[in-house]
């Protein structure tokens, strides 16, 4: 079993990496099974139990599906009798016989230490692998309540990881001026205060109705707008008690109460909410386009073969990878003329070069050498040329363009170096 990565964004990657790799695989039948050890389970009850699952196996009527199930509790068997006791956080077997065509199968065994401690001890026999424990340890992104407003306008969003999102906009019927004199004046000033009273109420439901569903999961809320209006309507009370306490403090200055201003006070927020990880993503794609823009003394390299050639110079200071990325980095070799060759490719193409003709001498020869996770991969070189690894989220709007337009990795170098012009991808525009 592999030691889990140091680094914690790449921990979460691997995580859910695997995840997906499991839950890809599909059974004939009911002959995949899932093991769930709890920590401080005692393995001798474990084995027990299994033994148990063995027995009961035989009296499956078919064949296959029975010959596949024991195999699968026998390979159980042996992995569970490795450990004296579970893992700190317990761990989870899946073994069993996938499904891959014209009526034939072949074993799996995945053994994953999940990052939380597990709450159950479960043991489950279906045609998919039982992930539900551990899909609940991927968490989701954090999220914010978002409000900005004045007398006029407020917009109302969330910040959900990395990506903003307008779910409420709304206009006043507010008069900003009047005209009046004498007794008249007072009494138009008591109906505007009254206009804008109902529009902070209407304000606070609105929040309401959007945020306390949420509330739980909301890590805070942001309130910002021009002018003394926000802290008026703060000091005043107009949210429910529970969304009160989590406005953040200090309130936000922006100019804008529609769906810009919601960007604007997140950007301006960078300060007061140290290590939100969308404004540091933005900072760093912002920094890799200005100096691609730079074109020759540009500090910036993109696409695979650029990249690889930065990383191999020790010239990459910063290394921006899309968490979406899902590819290995396959070796192959001919068995006929002995020629070796590498890919990087979807995990879904990799049968494809293996079925497909040898590049060099045409004959379908082709075997599997080696291969590595493709993200996994460019976490080690980058750590051992000593460049800083980044995962940037496919969720906001520059994870998308590092994907469209770059391949989902670019480099920020620490010196310039000569581009390779055909081995270039073209930006997108």
Known sequence: ????????????????????????????????????????????????????????????KSRTTR???????ESLMGRVRGFKEPPANGVAFFVGSKAVGADKSEPVTFIVEPPEPLRTYLYRCDSSFFLEP?????????????????????TIGLLRGKRVESLRNRQSQVPSKHGR???????????????????????????????????????????????????????????????????????????YTDEYGLKEMVERATQTLHGLELTEEKRLVQRLLTEIRKAESGLAAYGEADVNRALDLGAVDTLLISEGLRRQRVTFRCTACQKEFTRTLPDEEIDKVLDGPCPSCAQRNVTEVSSEDFVEGLFRRASDSGAVARLVSVESEEGEMLVKGFGGIGAILRYPIAATPALRPRPAT
């Open 67 to 73: 010959k596949n199930v024991m195999w699968a509790i």
């Open 134 to 154: 551990l899909l609940s340890m991927v968490h989701e992104p954090d999220l914010w309540g978002l409000i900005v407003m004045d007398r006029a306008e407020v």
């Open 181 to 255: 004199g004498g007794q008249s004046q007072h009494r138009f000033e008591r109906m505007i205060e009254h206009a804008a009273h109902d529009f902070f109420v209407r304000i606070g439901e609105m929040s309401n109705e959007i945020f306390l569903p949420k509330k739980d999961q909301l890590k805070g809320i942001l309130l910002g707008g021009p002018g003394a209006t926000k802290e008026y309507f703060y000091k005043e009370n107009y949210l429910h008690y529970e969304l009160q306490q989590k406005i953040v403090q200090p309130l936000f200055d922006v100019g």
């Open 1 to 60: 079993m592999s030691t889990p990565p140091s680094d914690p964004q790449l921990a979460r990657y691997s995580f859910q990496r695997k995840m997906d790799e499991i839950a890809k695989v599909r059974g004939r039948a009911t002959e995949l099974v899932s093991l769930y050890v709890s920590p401080g389970k005692q393995i001798s009850d474990v084995m027990s139990y299994l033994r148990n699952e063995y027995a009961q196996s035989s009296n499956i």
